[in-house]
């Protein structure tokens, strides 16, 4: 007897994330670290395996070494299956030619074989740059019970944030009548998640049609979406209800971060009934000193923390020094800020060094929306000065005063 798979998952996890960079220089945006301990990635994975979905394509592209290792064989999500499980799928050799990935929907086109192989008769797609929790198992059980040829997963937002989405109307039943993507008058508040179930046989068809068609961008919600509306699809929308956050934009990221440390505004990733899964590193145990003040935060293990720690999410193995303030901030892994040094309002990367005394950013009342960056392996000297808003690359020289 043949084995199929009811449902496999095609999560788009390619992205250059160029609105994050530097964070993104050297890693793929679902590979970022995300809310003390975890990755982007970790969100769409766990809510696969706990909505009962084994079988994950994960879409590579742009610098995809840290996130393929990060993957590996899948089981911190138990998606290490004989028959199943997780899949990295980068562009790849074929014998008339190769391509990279030209949009979303050709990246699931080209694909194609890696879906037939398991048979599948729904394909759900993902996105690998959101935070949130969802069961697509009961988002798949309104496909099929509407027998539905798409349904795609919708959240209202304010109508003046709506020009920045894929915005969808629908009647009494759902069913969706008209889509735009990101419109300048929005005239609903229904805004597409990414997130798409497609009865399998359907999408194939389409896929196949738009790559077919020299004027397309090759896009879900530019071409394959419009065009299986005008052809009288059965569409539908799914409403989701919880906290649900596109990371894009220094901003959204950082404001994503402080949201985990306030289960009112975010949610609560130490939930044992929809747990978020995660490749574990051994570390030992966060030392908080004798000395330290700490309020509002999140400390990951492997920290010491001698200084003082304020609304802030501070990662692995990061070291504040005897002295220092860090304020209103995302500390990322293996980062030592030193004796005497502040940082306020500001997303830190890995790696980095803040010397003795130096600061770095402004407090938000004199900041206001101006989130001072560092990449990767930057040094901060002795006493220097990073200015608020400053957004310094990986390995950035720098000396005395930065400021914008």
Request: charged share 25%; with cysteine; glycine share 8%.
């Amino acid at each position: 007897m043949m084995r199929r798979k009811e449902c496999v998952a095609m999560l788009l996890a390619g992205g250059q994330g160029s609105r994050l960079y530097p964070l993104t220089k050297d890693i793929a945006k679902p590979a970022l670290y995300f809310g003390g301990k975890y990755r982007i990635i970790d969100f769409p994975l766990s809510n696969c395996i706990n909505s009962g979905i084994d079988t994950v394509g994960v879409l590579t592209q742009y610098q995809p070494l840290e996130l393929n290792d990060y993957i590996g064989n899948g089981e911190p999500w138990d998606l290490d299956r004989n028959f199943g499980g997780a899949h990295v799928l980068p562009p790849y050799q074929k014998t008339e030619g190769t391509d990279w990935y030209k949009g979303t929907a050709n990246a699931i086109y080209q694909n194609i074989p890696f879906m037939d192989k398991y048979m599948p008769k729904y394909v759900i797609i993902l996105s690998g740059d959101h935070i949130y929790k969802m069961d697509y198992n009961r988002m798949l059980q309104q496909h099929k019970d509407k027998n539905a040829d798409c349904t795609i997963a919708v959240i209202n937002v304010p109508i003046e944030e709506a020009s920045r989405f894929g915005i969808l109307t629908t009647d009494e039943d759902e069913a969706i009548t008209a889509f735009d993507e990101k419109p300048a008058h929005p005239t609903s508040t229904k805004a597409s998640m990414g997130i798409y179930i497609f009865t399998y046989d359907v999408l194939k068809k389409y896929l196949e049609e738009d790559d077919a068609d020299p004027d397309s961008e090759n896009d879900f919600g530019k071409n394959v979406i419009p065009k299986m509306l005008s052809d009288g699809c059965r569409m539908y929308t799914h409403a989701f209800v919880g906290y649900w956050k596109d990371v894009g934009t220094i901003s959204s990221f950082w404001q994503s971060n402080m949201d985990m440390i306030d289960f009112d505004k975010g949610m609560n990733l130490g939930e044992e009934t929809w747990k978020i899964f995660y490749r574990h590193e051994p570390r030992h145990p966060h030392f908080i000193g004798d000395g330290a003040e700490l309020k509002n935060c999140l400390i990951a293990e492997g920290c010491d923390i001698h200084g003082s720690v304020e609304n802030s999410v501070i990662f692995g193995n990061v070291t504040v020094e005897k002295g220092a303030i860090v304020r209103d901030s995302v500390v990322m892994p293996n980062t030592v800020i030193k004796a005497g040094a502040m940082v306020n309002y500001s997303v830190i990367s890995s790696n980095v060094q803040i010397g003795k005394t130096a600061a770095v950013g402004e407090p938000r009342e004199i900041a206001l929306d101006k989130i001072t960056v560092l990449g990767d392996r930057t040094t901060i000297p002795d006493g220097a000065r990073v200015g608020a808003g400053v957004v310094l690359e990986a390995d950035s020289p720098i000396r005395g005063e930065v400021r914008i």
